[in-house]
């Protein structure tokens, strides 16, 4: 089998990829990679606690390894970081990564292109997929997610703490794609088919948070000739390890 390594997310397309990956033949991952903000101890973008990363990472029986950024990286410092986390993990002869996008384009091609540059090639077991069929794939499976990050411009407060079931998708308004893959919502995945435990937590309390723009059109995530179009407000939950309790 060709090693490789797992971009790991915590969430629900993370873990439905995860699975797809497992129950192949071609590709043995070695190891769990996830991007995580060293300020506040939290995954980036999901503001999960690092306790319940580990505690996912040690149900799956995978090992994990983080990337830490500071809150308030710039796109300079965040491509030399990755930069030399890519290096250092092509040192150890991967040349494989997995992904669990699903069709955003522009992110697959960044993604693609900061790959080439050290060799490493990526993988994307849902690529393309219909995020319907997925999402009742996903839990037809038996997976259990819980959102922890809503984005404000498509969600309310009401959504964020909320189990993924039939109902939560039955509330969804209609521009929101039904797996969140434009960023509408981000969940944590604490058990399933690749989990050897349930991963316990309890909710805490909900907190919206607001987000400026870069004044330097360098560090944002936006072309200067495209429309601007920044998602300033974001709901999260702050979910417990039971140690924490």
Not at 52 to 66: H, M, V
Not at 75 to 95: C, F, L, P, T
Not at 152 to 174: C, H, M, N, W
Not at 178 to 199: A, L, M, Q, R, S
């Amino acid at each position: 089998m060709t090693k490789a390594y797992f971009n790991w997310s915590s969430g629900k397309d993370s873990s439905l990829a995860l699975y797809k990956t497992l129950n192949q033949s071609e590709y043995q991952v070695d190891f769990l990679l996830t991007n995580v903000n060293k300020d506040v101890n939290r995954v980036s973008m999901h503001g999960l606690r690092e306790e319940l990363l580990e505690a996912q990472a040690a149900s799956i029986g995978i090992p994990l390894r983080k990337i830490e950024f500071s809150g308030n990286v710039t796109m300079k410092e965040y491509d030399e970081v990755m930069q030399n986390a890519m290096q250092s993990i092509v040192d150890e002869n991967y040349q494989h990564c997995f992904f669990g996008d699903i069709f955003l384009e522009d992110l697959k091609a960044y993604r693609d292109t900061k790959l080439a540059q050290v060799g490493i090639t990526g993988v994307y077991p849902l690529w393309k997929q219909d995020t319907k069929a997925l999402l009742k794939e996903f839990l037809s499976l038996g997976f259990k997610a819980i959102t922890v990050c809503v984005n404000a411009q498509y969600l309310d407060k009401s959504f964020v703490g909320r189990v993924i079931d039939e109902q939560f998708i039955a509330d969804l308004p209609e521009n929101v794609d039904i797996c969140g893959e434009n960023g509408e919502f981000h969940t944590f995945v604490f058990d399933g088919p690749i989990f050897k435990t349930p991963v316990a937590f309890s909710i805490g309390e909900k907190v919206h948070k607001t987000y400026q723009p870069s004044k330097n059109d360098d560090d944002n995530c936006y072309q200067k000739d495209k429309e601007v179009n920044w998602d300033t407000g974001f709901w999260y939950c702050d979910l417990l390890p039971v140690s924490v309790v």
